[in-house]
């Protein structure tokens, strides 16, 4: 039996739904979709879970006539899974699986060339930061990073070597809203590609496909996984020629996952969504307590009616996640160390989207490569605290974050 996405009822979701050669029947749910994508029961054994291939080669019966699985680095069983899983939950049409994050960023700049330009946000993950500054800029690849708050301000840096628009929204630490579709529109216009960094929203609550983008970007180490236990990353769009091109650089180059991760990141994908209920309903209590308390300056997440785009938010999202940051009132940097090493049920660490809440100062962890005046000039300051709120008991974060902040 075969499975194939299927437009629904539901709003911002396609169905995942079995596909016999009499009818296309049994149409499947959301949350029975998160379950079910990329899943069939092994032909050998019928088992339900996908099997793990830990293979590097395969006999052929001749010389090209194996469909596909010659060399691992070119195919896997278990990755192809995992990519047609990624493909339905970012209702897409193909998905590609990559050893990280930024290596599924790298592949997408190499999609470029010298003297190309990119247009990015000023307030983004250092390690993309990194790879655009360190890496990509000495290939004459020019990058420019702008306030995108309003989507108007893309057109000022938009010239003829424009080719890529990179955003995140929610943006990372500043927990920044970006209209997605107001930049697709514009980008369209001017036959600009559009990659979305959709990491902090994951598929349960967004899906910049819908909305026009091009290519949807994960770190699948973060909610897809949602074990931290795995590194991965994953690109997943609709236009076959741009897959073509995607996986030609995922082979050519080499940056592909092992069975393994891919079996977990397909692990994890079936539990998104009962702990995205879980990260967004603790986000909300925990955001409104820090708002509420006197030692606490300044709360940044989207979920607030004042926040600066969350009309935008509301009509692109469906929760507002459980990422949150916040600055304290005393902002010096022994008060922000003080606070960092105080948590107990907060662990002090990079990554986020497990299961586990962390804490983390992304001045000196994250957000590092970052130039400091840099930082500063985006909002990024050194006091800033950041929150990737987990799926314990929300009373027991809340007295952990008392705690360690001090009562009001």
Request: with cysteine.
């Amino acid at each position: 039996m075969h499975f194939k996405p299927v437009q629904c009822n539901y709003p911002g979701f396609y169905i995942f739904a079995p596909q016999t050669e009499q009818s296309m029947t049994n149409y499947m749910k959301p949350d029975t979709k998160f379950i079910h994508a990329g899943a069939t029961p092994d032909p050998s054994t019928g088992a339900i879970m996908t099997p793990i291939y830990q293979t590097s080669t395969y006999v052929q019966s001749a010389p090209g006539k194996n469909k596909g699985f010659e060399y691992a680095r070119s195919q896997n069983p278990t990755r192809k899974a995992l990519e047609d899983a990624l493909a339905v939950i970012e209702n897409g049409k193909y998905g590609l699986a990559f050893a990280s994050g930024v290596a599924a960023t790298d592949a997408v700049i190499k999609l470029l060339q010298s003297g190309d330009e990119v247009i990015a946000g000023n307030d983004m993950y250092g390690g993309t930061y990194r790879l655009f500054t360190k890496v990509f800029e000495k290939f004459g690849i020019r990058f420019h990073y702008i306030d995108m708050h309003d989507a108007n301000n893309i057109k000022t840096y938009i010239n003829n070597n424009t080719k890529l628009i990179w955003l995140e929204t929610p943006t990372n630490p500043l927990m920044n809203i970006v209209d997605i579709k107001a930049v697709t529109t514009l980008a369209k216009e001017k036959n600009i590609l559009v990659c979305v960094d959709n990491t902090f929203a994951s598929p349960y609550l967004q899906n910049p496909l819908d909305l026009g983008a091009d290519i949807v970007m994960h770190s699948s180490t973060k909610y897809l996984g949602g074990h931290s236990d795995v590194i991965q990353g994953a690109l997943i769009m609709n236009d076959p020629a741009l897959r073509e091109k995607l996986y030609f650089l995922q082979k050519s180059c080499g940056a592909v996952p092992g069975p393994m991760d891919c079996f977990l990141v397909l692990r994890g994908i079936k539990t998104l969504h009962l702990r995205m209920q879980r990260h967004c309903e603790n986000g909300e209590k925990i955001a409104r307590w820090l708002r509420g308390h006197s030692k606490i300056a300044s709360v940044y997440w989207p979920g607030f009616e004042d926040h600066p785009n969350y009309s935008i938010a509301k009509k692109q999202m469906r929760g507002f996640g459980g990422m949150i940051s916040f600055e304290l009132k005393d902002d010096s940097i022994e008060n922000a160390n003080r606070v960092l090493s105080s948590t107990k049920l907060f662990s002090l660490a990079e990554s986020l989207g497990g299961v586990e809440s962390l804490i983390n100062h992304p001045a000196s962890m994250t957000h590092a490569s970052i130039p400091r005046e840099e930082r500063i000039k985006n909002g990024l300051r050194d006091s800033l605290i950041r929150l990737s709120v987990g799926i314990e008991d929300a009373g027991d974060l809340i007295e952990d974050l008392e705690q360690a902040i001090g009562e009001r």
